[in-house]
């Protein structure tokens, strides 16, 4: 759903709520989206607890130095030797992991330092056999000990993990037990592109850990000749925007439009275009709009016209185009260009978008109706708002009520599996919403990760019978069956919660609706608070809006009911406002 751009009691105390952006839709692969966990959400406002982040640092210092030194590994046995001269010859990986397995469980008597080494070769074997989940948890299992003989080593693999399997996986988590010192050994020339991919994956970590001074200094530590420049310059840019640092934020944006025609290692480079300049909209606009000791709100009229002048530069073919004319009408609204704010909406309803979703759409029509006085108008948007969305309301929450208990994350995985494919059953009105809820990256990542491990099931049965009946075999088919179970319950978890975001938001849009029919009896008994009056057009305003005079570049096509693609985002509406005064045309 739409990120809400403005929350408000009573119409006229309308607030330009500090838009916050969520972590974006990119990533090492590039994939991306922080995962769900400690990291902030979209519109939410964190404090940063300095304590809490000191005691976490305090905590890892202290695990470090319980866990004592690294075991001394005494003369290797000779079968752990021959296992090691297997893994030496870059050949022949399955024999060597069955040999280093061996060494791993016991069963040749080595002790506790060689099974440690023996254990880090067999996570490389696994890496160049493509088991990549299961040479993922042999790695994950070193890297929460930091004295392990291989602690070290192992970063380097996790981060070639990081461009094999996808965010859900957790990469970043395992990176998270490294210190920034341990990334430095990488700093040389012959390193320089590791050495940036871990800062971005550690500053990933960071940023979920809030401990946001630390993320910067991370991501700035990204090279611009690295693939993962664009990607650490956009989690840089919302690390300052969760620190309301609006200036830095934008400059951190501005330098990925900068950076985007020489990148390397960005899948999709317009969609990032788009998504920066969105980010630079949502950003000034969170800056133009302050909250005064009245309770009214304070308009930087320099901001807001840079908000939507950013807003503008979002392509029509963009997948975030009708995002950006919806935030861009509440800007107009904001700056009492009411023509534009609803010639906008009136592009999200055309026909060439069957399957958009802005109820709050209807809101802001029905608030700028109120705020000229056009009572009976505004009554009748939120009666035919209530009439089209009270229906899908209560069938969301009928599907909701069907996905309860302990097995509630499988079961809704199966009903997004359904909704992607097709085949669930809803209402050609709810159908649309539904998709929309289920729709974002984040959770076809999510999907993308159990299909990956469906692939590797897949590649292990293609195996001789002898390695996958080994003790290896049912390691790797443990790893996969476990992977597997728990990105299914996170996936469906990730998507009960976008289902039940979406549900909740559309209960607010509703609940406003009814409140906006409060201060229209109220307006009519004139009982209307004082902070709603002033938000209302006073009579030394203009009663007409938005009459268009056309020059000799322009050309006047009044509406007539039909839609035209080249005139979508070009409309304008008169507004007659009658809360008082003669009326003018302007």
Request: net charge negative.
């Amino acid at each position: 759903m739409r990120k809400q751009l403005v929350s408000f009691g009573l119409v006229g105390t309308l607030l330009g709520a500090a838009l916050l952006i969520g972590a974006p839709n990119v990533s090492a692969q590039p994939k991306g989206g922080a995962p769900k966990g400690g990291t902030p959400q979209p519109g939410q406002v964190v404090d940063l607890d300095d304590e809490d982040n000191k005691d976490k640092k305090d905590d890892k210092k202290d695990a470090k130095a319980d866990a004592g030194p690294p075991p001394e590994p005494g003369q290797p046995t000779e079968e752990a030797a021959q296992a090691k001269r297997l893994f030496d010859s870059n050949t022949k990986w399955a024999e060597a992991a069955l040999a280093l397995k061996r060494v791993v469980s016991g069963e040749t008597g080595d002790d506790e330092g060689n099974k440690q080494i023996a254990q880090y070769h067999l996570a490389i074997a696994l890496f160049n056999l493509k088991f990549y989940q299961a040479s993922y948890g042999i790695f994950s299992d070193i890297s929460a000990k930091p004295n392990h003989l291989k602690f070290k080593e192992t970063l380097l693999w996790l981060a070639r993990l990081a461009t094999q399997l996808p965010e859900p996986a957790d990469i970043v988590e395992r990176v998270g037990k490294y210190d920034r010192e341990e990334l430095d050994r990488f700093k040389n020339p012959q390193q320089f592109p590791l050495y940036w991919q871990l800062n971005y994956l550690l500053g990933r970590y960071k940023y979920r850990a809030r401990s946001y001074d630390e993320a910067l200094e991370l991501f700035k530590e990204v090279d611009q000749k690295s693939p993962y420049f664009v990607q650490a310059k956009f989690f840089q840019g919302i690390t300052h925007v969760q620190k309301r640092e609006s200036v830095p934020a934008v400059k951190a944006f501005q330098a990925i439009v900068a950076a985007l025609p020489d990148a390397e290692g960005v899948e999709d480079k317009a969609r990032m275009n788009d998504l920066a300049h969105l980010s630079m909209a949502r950003t000034y606009y969170s800056a133009s709009v302050r909250l005064g000791e009245d309770g009214i709100p304070k308009i930087d009229p320099k901001k807001l016209s840079a908000a939507v002048n950013f807003w503008n530069r979002v392509d029509v073919a963009s997948e975030y185009w009708l995002d950006a004319l919806f935030e861009q009408s509440w800007a107009y609204f904001m700056a009492g260009d009411y023509p534009h704010a609803l010639g906008n909406i009136h592009t999200l309803e055309s026909p060439y978008f069957p399957n958009s979703f802005y109820p709050e759409a209807e809101v802001l029509k029905s608030v700028i109706s109120f705020t000229i006085c056009q009572y009976e108008d505004a009554t009748t948007i939120v009666a035919r708002m209530k009439k089209r969305y009270e229906p899908i309301r209560k069938e969301l929450e009928a599907i909701l009520e069907k996905y309860k208990g302990d097995e509630t994350g499988q079961q809704f995985f199966t009903f997004l599996k359904e909704v992607r494919d097709g085949k669930a059953k809803l209402s050609e009105t709810t159908k649309p919403v539904v998709e929309n809820a289920l729709s974002d990256r984040q959770l076809l990542r999510n999907i993308e990760y159990v299909k990956l491990l469906d692939k590797e099931a897949e590649l292990f049965k293609s195996q001789p019978a002898s390695f996958r009946d080994s003790d290896l075999g049912a390691d790797i088919t443990d790893a996969l069956d476990l992977a597997r179970e728990l990105a299914i319950r996170n996936a469906g978890t990730l998507a009960k919660d976008r289902y039940e975001r979406y549900l909740e938001e559309l209960n607010e849009h509703l609940r406003n609706s009814q409140k906006i029919l409060i201060d229209i009896v109220n307006a009519e008994r004139n009982k209307l608070d004082e902070k709603v009056i002033k938000g209302q057009v006073g009579k030394e305003e203009t009663d007409i809006y938005g009459v268009v005079s056309p020059d000799e570049e322009h050309v006047l096509w009044p509406f007539d009911g039909e839609y035209w693609r080249d005139e979508l985002g070009f409309y304008r509406q008169v507004v007659v406002s009658k809360c008082g005064g003669p009326a003018k045309a302007k």
